[in-house]
């Protein structure tokens, strides 16, 4: 088994190796912005989360990610939004219901 720490930098020597080739996929992105919340850059994490939805605006994990980083810096409308595009890609999904639900209590809405 790999140690945490190194698990985390191996994953990001492949995910710079990935960016360098020019190969980079909508998980590639999704698994660097989630790198990037968990750090507490949440800037940085919104801009690859955005560059994941470039690629393919139907998948629903950056969609989902994003609202979470949005979510997690205030930006509770711009949460709203992403767990709304969310629930239209997959409707079956419950996390994103509850999500957009705190993110409108926080509103108070």
Do not use: H
Request: with cysteine; charged share 30%.
């Amino acid at each position: 088994m790999v140690p945490r720490r190194a698990g985390s930098l191996i994953f990001l020597l492949i995910f710079l190796r990935c960016i360098a080739s020019g190969q980079s996929t909508v998980k590639d992105w999704v698994q660097d912005g989630i790198l990037k919340a968990k750090l507490g850059d949440y800037k940085a994490a919104l801009a690859s989360f955005d560059r994941a939805i470039a690629l393919d605006s139907s998948a629903s994990e950056p969609w989902f990610n994003r609202g979470i980083a949005k979510s997690e810096s205030g930006d509770y409308k711009g949460a709203i939004k992403d767990f709304t595009r969310v629930i239209d890609l997959k409707p079956y999904y419950a996390e994103p219901y509850f999500n957009r639900g705190l993110a409108r209590d926080y509103l108070k809405d």
